[in-house]
């Protein structure tokens, strides 16, 4: 590995993760951490969540040779201007957000004369903080790099390894692309998500004990990932704008289809629909990218 | 235990389960069974589902003092026609669908002279036919009676004490009401998933492998109940088209407010929808009506 001091800025689900899985596969590797939240940088510390947690974010990464920035979107050029100065000149700038263009541009803005090469770990849970993170996130899950043209092939190539290292599967494109296919595989199904969570909640003529009552007929699937964290995901859907709503635009046509066959009654349309939806599902299960057991594996948890 | 002989019609996932359930919690209770489908009526026997399974529904339901009907919505009431001149004058006819408005019409034009209590046990998995079945779906799952105005109240006593022998919960309300609920907890959830797992599959910009690849960005989560059975589904929402037409024009309303937010850049409403509609996850948990691991308790699939 030839990143030996990594500094990881954001102490949430995705940096304390990394900094548990850089613990567990490589060991010689020095982290250092900061959070602008004081709590925050407290319970990393207690968790160990990095070798050392610093005050500012400048003594964080003041010896680093990778930098990582695990805050929202919105956040990513602030927090890169705070380094600005301190940050090693040979340092490679990297950081783990959902969409790539408009973060990509923020951190080139804020540090000029460095080398910034963009990732993103598509894995995650529902959870958000400190106490989120966990060793494995990253095994066997992809993690996208968007390197920007032209490309340091000898930083490109050690954020590759470093990725692999921790457990996770390497794949390239270009930022656009990324947003495009981010916008249809994560953030739609995120706004979606909410949404609906958000109509069920306003109700008057079903109660919201009724909602949570009888959820498991479908609606529990979504609240799940409708209670991820609601700061990432505003600047999430403001910082890949153009390609949510372009995905939305033809979620909102088909969906308004399938309206106009359900309102004439048109139950071929609705079955032919339906039936060619459950290829997909299959496909994710064989590539090992879901849980094969049926509703996900849930545990029988109402015996609880 | 008052009934002795249930019938069960259609041998799928609900038929199956119901099958095995009455065979563990009541092995007194003799059950027959009956489906249209040949193969499955085989399976049905390979695997015990029932007792005895008929070649007929009429001989299914010559003896018994419970039939139910476990057939899509839209094949209901041929299905009651079919036995309407086997079943016993005294035994109560319930089911088990989705949608209880149009299916206690089905059932009462058909068998005219019968008893009918309508039944739909809140629960099931993605999975269909006589393989999916198992005897423990009910356990801690809300099974919601809608008995019709007057009532006969012992058989309405009887057929609650069934189902919580099986080990549901039950409640009560009218079929009006219980449309409204199951269209927002279950079919608009359903249209929504059967939607967007649509849209993906026909992006031309974005490949079906990408789709697959970084499904667990979010969208994997909504194909697996887009890959429920498409014949039952067409029927829930030809059955409930009223109720589910509501659902998605309110549901169109806070999409389009959305929708709106993210192109003037309003990231304040998008912030506080986010953020409120956490507290129903939350509820869902705590009432014991999902599983409390992250990511609903998947496992590492990824290393399989």
């Known amino acids: 590995m030839s990143f030996q001091r990594v500094a990881i800025i954001g102490l949430g689900l995705l940096g304390g993760s990394i900094g548990l ?28 969540l990095v070798n050392r947690v610093c005050e500012t974010a400048a003594d964080a990464v003041r010896e680093a040779d990778l930098v990582i920035f695990c805050v929202p ?20 700038v990297s950081d783990v ?19 910034v090469i963009p990732a993103h770990p598509v894995a995650g849970t529902e959870n958000s903080g400190p106490d989120a993170g966990f060793a494995t996130l990253f095994h066997n899950r992809w993690c996208i790099i968007t390197p920007p043209e ?3 092939l000898l930083l490109l190539s050690q954020l590759v390894e470093f990725w692999e290292a ?67 995901w505003r600047d999430v859907f403001l910082s890949n704008k153009d390609a949510v709503l372009e995905m939305l635009q033809r979620f909102t046509e088909d969906m308004t289809a399938l309206q106009r ?33 049926p509703d996900f594996g849930r545990e029988d948890h109402g015996t609880t």
Do not use: C, W
Request: proline share 5%; aromatic share 4%.
């Open 166 to 232: 921790l457990g996770a599967n390497v794949e390239m494109m270009d930022a656009e692309h990324h947003d495009l296919v981010l916008a249809v595989t994560s953030h739609l199904p995120h706004l979606i998500a909410y949404t609906i969570v958000g109509t069920a909640s306003d109700l008057e003529e079903v109660t919201r004990s009724e909602v949570i009552k009888y959820s498991a007929g479908g609606f529990r699937d979504f609240t799940r990932i409708a209670a991820s964290d609601p700061t990432m």
């Open 21 to 48: 899985a850089v613990a567990q596969h490589l060991p010689e590797v020095t982290t250092t951490g900061y959070d602008r939240y004081p709590a925050t940088r407290k319970r990393a510390a207690e968790r160990g």
């Open 150 to 152: 032209p490309t340091n």
């Open 261 to 293: 066959a359900i309102r004439v009654g048109d139950g071929q349309a609705l079955f032919d629909h339906f039936a060619r939806t459950r290829a997909i599902r299959r496909s994710i299960i064989e590539e090992g990218q879901d849980d094969a057991r």
């Open 97 to 115: 957000g959902s969409s790539k263009r408009a973060i990509t541009k923020a951190l080139n803005e804020a540090l000029p004369s460095h080398t």
């Open 73 to 92: 979107p919105g956040a990513m050029g602030e927090a890169a201007s705070e380094i600005a100065d301190a940050l090693p000149p040979g340092a490679l």
